[in-house]
């Protein structure tokens, strides 16, 4: 049996609520749980971004940390285990993995640029549009099939790409892929599908940019899953994987173990210095990039830790394991199980409710009100969007448990499967929802709904 392979030492109390209350908690936060103050949550699985637990190591980091405005001692730290794994040479601190984002994409993407990936985040797409560039998924088809079971369904459709960059010819500044594919459900990307990837860019000449936030899980699957990979450990696998990139985005809040932080990662000097340039304007001198020296410090020890194998074992075993429970009880779920989520297909779990009712919100809501815990939903409301008086929908209707790292005990993660499969056997008591208010854009922060009926 797998324990965790850390122990206890600093506690955070986390306070049970009665059903009435929670029921008047998510009356008033307009049902929908970005409203809901936390503290009337007991276990928190709206994101793994940020939500780490640091080490004793990490936390002895922090008093270490070297607050000079320029030449820290702790950005040198932090370079050189950022170096060791990724191995590109420019490297610069962000806050966050969206900054490193914006800067690359104002650099280098004009109006009318395509920038491909297999399924580019939020921030990512919204980054891109930003410059008004055009941002492209070219993910395999399988990767919509929440049913289908392959090892690596965040891999890019390689002929895809390649007719993409035949098309769009001179207006494609790189080439991105996220590894795991956080948008098809946290999915891995092979190593011979990253070596595939980099022969479409060498063909027409294109730098390959990683978006790299959960890069050890993905090494982890490989290992796991990929012919001739066992004996390799994780660390080597990763720098397999940097070695056929020429730089990468990173949000060290998910595979950094940090709280907040960030990179991007340039082998190319111009573009590099472009994008230093910018930094100074937006977030800082180049020795800090928007954090505190200790922040530094802190990723400078995360990048190592979560490259322990016993880590990374527990950890990918946990949300499968969350997963499995599921699975056993018929409880719809994208299959197979991905790196740090595990995702409810809404439309299998709750077919009598149409789109336009919510069904995803509806089953996060019922998911609090029943336990206390807090999910978020990644479908119509997320995405579904008013053109020319039409609602349109989006394909898949989910609702995500994002396992933050080092954080819960199995307990809790047998607890939140107890409580999804309560829901699960109640199904056909729940109802949809409205919209009562909504903003123009990211409608789903901010967004208050009520019940249809009762
Ligand atoms: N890329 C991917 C694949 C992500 O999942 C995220 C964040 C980012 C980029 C942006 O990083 O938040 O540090 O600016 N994902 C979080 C989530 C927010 O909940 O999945 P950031």
């Known amino acids: 049996m797998l324990t965790e392979p850390y122990k206890i030492k600093v506690v955070e109390p986390i306070k049970r609520t009665t059903r009435e209350e929670r029921y008047e908690v998510i009356r008033r936060a307009g049902y929908n749980l970005f409203n809901v103050p936390s503290e009337d949550i007991l276990i928190d699985l709206l994101t793994d971004s940020g939500t780490s637990a640091m080490s004793d190591s990490q936390w002895a ?17 932090f370079e050189q285990s950022v170096r060791s794994i990724f191995g590109y040479k420019n490297i610069i601190p962000t806050h966050q993995g969206r900054v490193a984002e914006n800067l690359l994409f104002s650099v280098a993407v004009k109006p009318g640029y395509v920038v491909p990936n297999n399924i580019h985040f939020d921030t990512t797409r919204a980054n891109v549009e930003h410059n008004r560039g055009v941002a492209l998924d070219c993910v395999i088809k399988e990767a919509y099939d929440t049913r289908c079971r392959l090892p690596f369904k965040g891999n890019m459709d390689t002929e ?13 500044p790189f080439v991105m892929m996220t590894i795991t594919n956080n948008s098809g459900g946290g999915q891995p990307v092979s190593l011979e599908n990253i070596r595939a990837t980099r022969a479409v860019c060498d063909e027409f000449g294109l730098q390959l940019i990683f978006d790299a936030c959960r890069f050890a899980e993905n090494c982890w699957f490989i290992k796991e899953r990929e012919a001739g990979c066992n004996a390799k450990s994780v ?35 111009k ?11 937006v977030e800082g001198f180049p020795t800090y990039g928007g954090l505190a020296g200790r922040d530094l410090e802190a990723m400078a020890r995360g990048f190592q830790e979560v490259l322990d194998e016993d880590y990374l074992t527990f950890r990918i075993h946990q949300v ?17 199980v991905g790196g740090h989520a595990v995702y ?21 809501c019922a998911l609090y009100l029943e336990a206390g815990i807090r999910s978020v939903e990644i479908g119509s ?21 994002a396992v933050p790292r080092r954080v819960y005990t199995t307990t809790h993660i047998r607890y939140v499967a107890e409580s999804v499969i309560e829901v699960f056997r109640n199904k ?27």
């Not at 922090?62 to 320029?70: C, I, Q, R, V």
């Not at 409810?344 to 409710?353: K, M, N």
């Open 160 to 172: 895809k790409l390649r007719r993409a960059l035949a098309e769009h010819r001179g207006k494609v």
């Open 320 to 336: 499968r394991d969350l997963g499995q429970r599921l699975l056993d009880e018929d409880v719809p779920i994208v299959e197979p």
């Open 381 to 401: 409301l997320m995405f579904g969007r008013t053109e020319n008086g039409k609602e349109i929908y989006p394909e898949l209707e989910l609702v995500r448990l």
């Open 61 to 77: 980091g922090l008093m270490m940390g070297d607050e000079a405005y320029a030449g820290s001692r702790s950005y040198f730290r």
């Open 428 to 454: 056909d008591r729940l109802s949809g929802l409205r919209l009562v208010h909504s903003a123009p854009v990211l409608r789903h922060f901010t967004a208050r709904l009520e019940p249809l009926a009762g």
């Open 235 to 269: 660390s080597e696998i990763a720098r397999e994987i940097f070695a056929m990139g020429d730089g990468c985005t990173m949000s060290a809040k998910k595979d950094g173990l940090v709280n907040i932080g960030g990179f991007l990662a340039l082998n190319d000097d």
């Open 344 to 364: 409810l297909d809404a439309r299998r779990f709750l077919p009598q409710i149409p789109q336009r009712e919510f069904p995803g919100q509806v089953l996060a």
């Open 271 to 281: 573009l590099a210095e472009e994008c230093t340039n910018l930094l100074i304007l």
